[in-house]
């Protein structure tokens, strides 16, 4: 599971990069900093329960700040 970390690293860092490319600066910084939470993380160590908990989170605060921007900051 801390490879998988890893590999979601490096993803958020091509992300990163493809928004650094389109002058978008502040996802652009948002990724790195995700880019470098998951690199940290997986050199870690930790247990495969602690990694399934910490992915959990990660996806409920994402999907939780997608929709507050979609409902709130979109109209």
């Known amino acids: ?4 970390f890893r590999v979601l690293g490096f993803w958020t860092f091509v992300i990163a990069l493809m928004f ?3 002058h978008m600066y502040i ?3 948002l ?3 995700q880019t470098i939470l998951f690199v940290v993380l997986g050199y870690l160590k930790l247990t495969e329960r602690t990694y399934m908990y910490l992915f959990g989170g990660y996806m409920f605060v994402s999907f939780v700040g997608m929709v507050w921007y979609s409902t709130f900051m979109m109209h």
């Open 31 to 33: 990724f790195v900093v």
């Open 20 to 22: 650094l490319a389109g």
């Open 1 to 4: 599971m801390d490879r998988m």
């Open 27 to 29: 996802p652009a910084a």
